[in-house]
Nanobody
Framework: QVQLVESGGGSVQGGGSLRLSCAVSGYAYVSYFLGWFRQAPGREREGVAAIDSDGSISYADSVEGRFTISQDNAKNTLYLEMNSLKPEDTANYYC???????????????????WGHGTQVTVSS
């Protein structure tokens, strides 16, 4: 059973930084894609950043240049480094995983089967 556990959320002032982690277990597929999503109250869940097993990466326009997705295969951990945070980045952040190749779908929530429970990020102005 695939399990995803996020950590690293918290409260930070605008302009600050946070690093989110997602520990992935029960996953033994060669081809897969992993993503970070966020959802603010009253809004739809949106893709933030995603990575395929070949290293291909996609970012939402709203975070391009400020957020960096990476993975440590030895630790089975996915990261999201968030810099220059803005109040509009406030949301619950989720990591997700799916078998196969994501490609153009990798920022679409509907493409993922496995989800973590989320970690809250709050950015104050």
């Amino acid at each position: 059973q695939v399990q995803l556990v996020e950590s690293g959320g918290g409260s930070v002032q605008g302009g600050g930084s946070l690093r989110l982690s997602c520990a992935v277990s029960g996953y033994a597929y060669v081809s897969y894609f992993l993503g970070w999503f966020r959802q603010a109250p009253g809004r739809e869940r949106e893709g933030v950043a995603a990575i395929d097993s070949d290293g291909s990466i996609s970012y939402a326009d709203s975070v391009e240049g400020r957020f960096t997705i990476s993975q440590d295969n030895a630790k089975n951990t996915l990261y999201l480094e968030m810099n220059s945070l803005k109040p509009e980045d406030t949301a619950n952040y989720y990591c997700a995983a799916q078998v196969g190749y994501g490609g153009e779908r990798r920022l679409l929530a509907g493409a993922y089967k496995y989800w973590g429970h989320g970690t809250q990020v709050t950015v104050s102005s």
